[in-house]
């Protein structure tokens, strides 16, 4: 038996009384001799419980369970030790940033870790709130299952359920688009993070480095925090290749693209016009078509966030890192097994690549 299934069975006997509260446990030479293994994987199990309080032993008289331990508590510690992992997240993939791609390779990276990966999606109406996210984590059994990993892609649909997520025993694992850690104070939660701020750093570096100066950016109308993070990080890096440039940056507005159709002809085809998500890319580039300026011709384009919905409108965009993603949750899920004295809260950031497209080319 492995020592964390051992942790595991001691658990799930105090879970279900078959243990009384109060009383004295075996001693290590009976207990090792009951579950048939060595003395030395009991005393570990043990100083695990101890350390979490939830035993404690008196000197000569033996060791005892706490009176009242928490059964909440107890049910936590326990999911350390169970290895079925619930994926949640939205179906159809095209209500999500991350797609089914990365559901999938997360299910198999997990199970080359040796976990037993279950799927649960989730549907959303047509308001993002409204889903049926609250009925199917009621329906992950606790015995069972011992983390559930969120891809979500709104904070609202994790906010309105924070009570109910709090009531649970499982370690939880967010997949996160918001741009900054989750404020969720969510037990033992742990996080990858999209760097909104790292992928505007990286495409304003790359435009630096070749020489692209005519520089315009649309960005969300009350620039949002993942819209400004993005237009900061653009800003930031190409002021390493031109310190005195500074590139405007419109709010998503009808009459922002008069402005870009201006800078455009201005400027001519050395343009790059950036959106900082794919719909006001396509909305850009639908308005300026009727001004007879073509994407890709008079000017180049380039989105933030490579949507599922549009890769096949060919944009250049900074593409989700579907595959990062799966390897960065599989690890972290990974590393926090069977290690109840891991920091409650682990995050690790993730910056998206530059993928080159009919709307735009290096020179």
């Known amino acids: ?72 508590k107890l049910k936590q510690l326990r999911a350390f030790y169970l290895k079925k992992t619930a994926l949640l997240y939205a179906d159809p993939p095209d209500n999500i940033h991350w797609s089914l791609q990365t559901v999938y390779e997360l299910k198999n990276r997990l199970a080359k870790y040796g976990f037993q990966p279950g799927l649960f999606p989730f549907s959303i109406g047509k308001r993002k709130r409204n889903t049926n996210l609250a009925e199917v984590i009621s329906k992950i059994p606790e015995e069972e299952f011992g983390s559930v990993v969120l891809m979500h892609n709104y904070t609202l649909q994790l906010t309105d359920k924070a009570p109910l997520l709090r009531s649970k025993p499982f370690r939880y694992f967010l997949l996160n688009y918001a741009g900054t850690s989750h404020p969720l ?76 159709r201006n800078f455009i002809r201005r400027n001519g085809p050395d343009t790059v016009v950036i959106c900082a998500n794919c719909d006001f890319a396509m909305g850009t580039t639908a308005i300026l078509a009727r001004e007879k300026l073509v994407c890709g011709k008079d000017y180049k384009l380039i989105a933030f966030a490579d949507n599922p919905l549009y890769q096949d409108q060919k944009l250049t965009a900074m593409a989700l890192p579907s595959h990062q993603a799966a390897l960065q949750l599989a690890e972290l899920v990974r590393k926090t097994q069977e290690n109840p004295d891991a920091p409650g809260h682990l995050s690790v950031s993730l910056n998206s690549e530059l993928k080159l497209r009919n709307s735009f080319r290096l020179a």
């Open 1 to 72: 038996m492995e020592q964390g299934e051992l942790c595991r069975d001691l658990l799930q006997g105090l879970i279900s009384s078959e243990l009384t509260f109060g009383t004295r446990l075996l001693t290590e030479p009976e207990l090792a001799q009951k579950l048939q293994v060595s003395r030395m994987k009991i005393h570990r199990a043990l100083d695990v419980l101890r350390r979490k309080q939830l035993i404690y032993s008196r000197p000569g008289a033996g060791t005892f369970l706490l009176d009242e331990p928490p059964f909440f």
């Open 185 to 260: 104070p969510l037990p033992g939660s742990h996080q990858v993070v999209y760097d909104h701020y790292g992928d505007g750093f990286i495409l304003g570096d790359i435009l630096g480095r070749t020489g692209c100066r005519h520089i315009i950016m649309i960005g969300s109308r009350s620039f949002m925090q993942w819209s400004a993070d993005r237009c900061n990080g653009v800003q930031d890096a190409l002021h390493l290749s031109f310190p005195t440039l500074e590139i405007p940056c419109l709010p998503s507005e009808a009459r922002s693209v008069g402005v870009v």
